[in-house]
């Protein structure tokens, strides 16, 4: 049974704070991606990875970066949480497709839903 | 940027109506996709759609690439509880990325 889990469910941070958000998947997906979820906006891509160390932005990157030292593992770094990023945060995996990135099925994870005080 | 609008907003059906929503853009999209995500839970694939005129079923589900390429509906037959939740639509844009529509919040009246 595929699988991605995030680290919390829920998460309350301090304006100003640094504030790490992990995702493990164990189906040796190459794609990770993370996502926000805002009610009336759907899914916004923040950052996305196709490989160990390599990362790239997607539509929402400003005031956040990533991290994928393993395959497996993909971070989400807030460098300092601000109230705006108060939000739903999806992780998801998906296979390599030869042609296209993001062709194939995204499993997501539970979310995190962080709040920034 | 390629955009989704996606309708309706939300809906409050009572059990066993059948339901009907839609997606549509002003671009061109190779792939539609269909996702619910369940209260509390992470969106999960409903149904993928890979060519224009397409129609898909999945159970009471049925869904389908428009002609154009520009739009897509889906439809719930006999809707029960469990339907309960909010389905995504996703366009696969020209640079490979999905797009995302802003969902429509299915709530069944008891």
Known sequence: DVKVTQSSRYLVKRTGEKVFLECVQDMDHENMFWYRQDPGLGLRLIYFSYDVKMKEKGDIPEGYSVSREKKERFSLILESASTNQTSMYLCASSPFDSYRVNYNEQFFGPGTRLTVL | ?110
């Not at chain 2, 339901?19 to 549509?24: A, G, I």
């Not at chain 2, 909010?86 to 802003?102: E, K, T, V």
């Open chain 2, 1 to 110: 940027g390629q955009q989704l609008n996606q309708s309706p907003q939300s809906m409050f059906i009572q059990e066993g109506e059948d339901v009907s929503m839609n997606c549509t853009s002003s671009s061109i999209f190779n792939t539609w996709l269909w996702y619910k995500q369940d209260p509390g839970e992470g969106p999960v694939l409903l149904i993928a759609l890979y060519k224009a005129g397409e129609l898909t079923s999945n159970g009471r589900l049925t869904a389908q690439f428009g002609i154009t390429r520009k739009d897509s509906f889906l439809n719930i037959s006999a809707s029960i509880p469990s339907d309960v939740g909010i389905y995504f639509c996703a366009g696969l844009g020209s640079n490979y990325q999905l797009i995302w529509g802003a969902g429509t919040k299915l709530i069944i009246k008891p």
